[in-house]
């Protein structure tokens, strides 16, 4: 069905259904017809392609994904949505609807149930409230995937697509960087959706690397050092990491001398090689 980022269409739609609005699930729907088009083109969505999308609202992403891709297989959560899309997807025999929490998909049988022979991407306009979980299982679970296209928060777009060693990186940033290559898309305003949230938004796409980066000596403990080297905001790379993974805090800046770093380092001045030195060099000396 067209027009469903026409505002009386989706209070049409909404009111015949006796839908409201779950704040809890972060139900903001897009309205501006413009963003849907774009997500799907800048997304991967053609011929060739089979989609994953997360949370289909009422469909109004899905049905741009659905005339352009081979097959869509879209996930959400909200049963009271089912009959709404049964009725705005209703044209399009390419499209399989799953009822639950995307964390809970096995999505790696999914891909392989649904897109035999096509190429995989993940397009969606997220629920904010699980952004960050979201995006880092899909990165995390290696799936024979793409890209992820996806609608954030502005902040959240900011951290995620910082450069490596700038002001703006945090631990999500190392991870992303690691597992993909993040760019920023576009803008969106918060009157692109109903109802409005307070914050402004991004579309952010990252293309999945082949090969993650090489001479991680124990890719576990490299994500802990990284989450221990930016919990607390401010402090040393020494001292956030000391606190952060309870290590003594001359082992950590034995291991910064020997990955060839100052000691007076900061997190967010490391590049991914530097990490990578410093967690190898740290895993050394206190495991
Ligand atoms: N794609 C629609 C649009 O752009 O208008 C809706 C986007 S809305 C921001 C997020 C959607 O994700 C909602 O429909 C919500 O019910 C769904 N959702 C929330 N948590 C979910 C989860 N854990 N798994 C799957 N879908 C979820």
Same mark, same amino acid.
Request: aromatic letters at 0%; charged letters at 35%.
């Given at each position: 069905m067209d027009g469903l980022s026409n505002i009386s269409t989706i209070k049409e739609i909404l009111s015949k259904h006796g839908f409201t609005f779950s704040k809890a699930l972060g139900q903001n729907f897009l309205i501006n017809p413009s963003v849907c088009p774009r997500i799907a083109e800048m997304g991967n969505a053609r011929p060739g392609f089979g989609i994953i999308e997360i949370g289909t609202g009422i469909g109004v992403l899905t049905n741009e994904l659905a005339k352009r891709a081979d097959k869509v297989a879209a996930i959400e959560i909200d049963e009271r949505l089912m009959p709404v899309l049964a009725e705005t997807l209703s044209e399009y025999d390419n499209v399989k609807i799953i009822n639950d929490d995307v964390m809970k998909v096995d999505l790696h049988k999914l891909i392989e149930q649904e897109f035999q022979g096509l190429e995989v991407a993940v397009c969606a306009n997220l629920p904010y409230y699980i952004t960050s979980p979201i995006i880092m299982m899909l990165l995390e679970q290696r799936l024979p995937i793409r890209s992820v296209t996806v609608m954030v928060q502005r902040e959240a777009g900011t951290r995620l697509c910082a450069e490596m %060693?700038?002001?703006?990186? %945090?631990a999500v940033t190392v991870a992303v960087n690691y597992f993909s290559k993040p760019q920023l898309l576009f803008n969106v305003s918060r009157g692109s959706f109903m109802p409005a949230p307070n914050v402004d938004s991004c579309v952010v796409r990252f293309d999945l690397r082949e090969e993650t980066p090489a001479g991680v000596l124990d890719e576990g403990f490299f994500f802990r050092t990284v989450h221990a080297a930016f919990s607390q905001r401010r402090k040393t790379l020494a001292n956030s990491v000391a606190s952060g993974m309870s290590a003594e805090k001359a082992l950590v800046n034995r291991a910064i001398e020997q990955a060839g770093l100052p000691a007076s380092i900061r997190p967010e001045q490391l590049d991914m090689q530097q990490f990578i030195a410093f967690s190898n060099e740290l895993l050394k000396i206190i495991k």
């Open positions: %060693g700038t002001r703006d990186m %945090g």
